[in-house]
Every structure is written in structure tokens, then in C-alpha cells.
């Protein structure tokens, strides 16, 4: 629980690049933001740990495999019943070649250059976050 009482819903996200520095996104077909695009991500199930359930997530939405490089930051957002996502996001890296497929949550899924990211309809924050944390090529 918060220092308010919200309860916290565990999630993940997932920062994925390619080698040509785009940035892997599904358009999400659940809410929340149901029809915008996002990291691949989602719930962590109980019992999992953090870096199993973000490359789940990852190989569900995606069919990518990856490993985890490292913690890059957290966010909360807003969720159903007054409860709140608090949604820790990881850098990973490519394991092997592959074609993303949109599968599980994903309607679509992509890659993109920093620089289309403004216009693309993005969940709330995504693209502040990101450039905060400094993961976004320049």
C-alpha cells in the first residue's frame, strides 16, 4: 500500500531497440490505453520476479526474446478501483534476429524513430518519461 492507502498494481514495461536505434511499440488493445501506443508490458504475476515478468510480456506481445540490461525508471498511472499501476520500466536488448508480431495485447506493433514519436497517439507520458530518463537517441 501507498502513504495514501491507494494499492499498488505491479507492472512492467519493456525499451527495446533495434540497431537502428527505433524504438519498439505495440498499439495496445486493452485498457488502459486501449488504441494508443506504448511499451510492450503488462502485469506482473504474483509470484513472479520483475526481469521474468517484463521479458513475458515482452515475448508475448511481441514474440521477441530478450534479456534485461537494466532498471531505467518507474511511473505510477492511474488504475480501476482507485488502485494505482506503479510501472517499473527496463532497458533490454535483442536476443537473436526476429520480426515482431503483434500477439496477446498488441493490435500492432513497430519500430520507430525518436523523432516520429511526437506523431504517434502515445499513452499518457510515454514520450516525457522516456526523454527524462535519457533512453530516446538524439
Known amino acids: 500500500m501507498g502513504t495514501t492507502g491507494e494499492e499498488f498494481v ?4 519493456a525499451i527495446v531497440r533495434d540497431e537502428r536505434d527505433r524504438l519498439l511499440l505495440i498499439r495496445r488493445a486493452n485498457p488502459p490505453a486501449q488504441g494508443q501506443w506504448s511499451l510492450p508490458g503488462g502485469r506482473v504475476e504474483p509470484g513472479e520476479d520483475w526481469h521474468d515478468a517484463v521479458r513475458r510480456e515482452l515475448q508475448e506481445e511481441t514474440g521477441l526474446v530478450a534479456s534485461v540490461d537494466r532498471f531505467v525508471g518507474e511511473v505510477h498511472r492511474d488504475a480501476p478501483g482507485g488502485s494505482v499501476y506503479l510501472i517499473r520500466d527496463y532497458l533490454m ?3 537473436g534476429a526476429g520480426v ?5 495485447d498488441a493490435l500492432e506493433v513497430g519500430w520507430f524513430e525518436p523523432s516520429e514519436l511526437g506523431g504517434l497517439d502515445t499513452s499518457a507520458g ?3 518519461a522516456l ?3 535519457g533512453v530516446l537517441g538524439q
Open 10 to 13: 505491479p507492472c512492467v514495461g
Open 93 to 95: 536488448s535483442l536476443e
Open 100 to 104: 515482431p508480431r503483434a500477439g496477446d
Open 126 to 128: 510515454l514520450v516525457e
Open 131 to 133: 526523454t527524462g530518463w
